[in-house]
């Protein structure tokens, strides 16, 4: 029995450096890359003239939570992603000025410094509050399919898969949906994010899961009134 647990495990790790490197090397090989402001090319998920809804799902830590999650910009500067579930219980309220995202409230069973970092890591990436303002590299692989490279030292990169649609007024100027984000540290794979009809005016859908001792589970679906 022993042996066989290790034989297991050891076949284990193989199956998952051999799937980690899989996933990684398609991005090894982009070609034709140019630089490109974030901002200019993608419709943020926060807007400034009213409050985005979603009904939400999270798992973590064996614990399935259902509710909505407000997305408000509450002045010039500031924006507040609130989770509330069916029962009318806030679990938290994040602040969002700029670049920093502070907890204002986490309900005290998910009040861990771990989880609230994976919570503010995933939602920042959800709702692109990851690449605003960035600088990324547009590339392309043999396939012709286009992707977003966002490079933050200490070997970690993001890449978001993209899709060509609205056409603007000018032909060299268009709008780029984003239909997957991967997010590594070297070789490993840490959260991934798939949206469903990406728009000008949000996504429809979208389900992210992060990886790693704290696994988690999301859900987004916005309420359109």
Known sequence: MQQYLKNYLLLSSICCMFFSSCAISKYQKLTNCTTIVADSIITPIIKSDNIVKFNTTI????????GIVLVKQTDSVTAHIVFVTELGMKMFDFEVKGDSMNAHYVFEPLNKPAIIT??????????LLNIKGKVLNKCTNKSKQTYLKLSLGNRQNTYLKIEKSVALEHLDKTTFHIVEQET?????????VIYNNMSNEGFAKARAKQYGLIKFYFELNTITE
Not at 118 to 127: D, P
Request: no cysteine; glycine share 4%; proline share 0%.
């Open 118 to 127: 994976v919570l503010k890591e995933n939602f920042r990436n959800i709702l």
């Open 184 to 192: 590594y540290h070297g070789k490993r794979l840490n959260s991934k």
């Open 59 to 66: 798992d973590v830590l064996k614990n399935h939570l259902t």
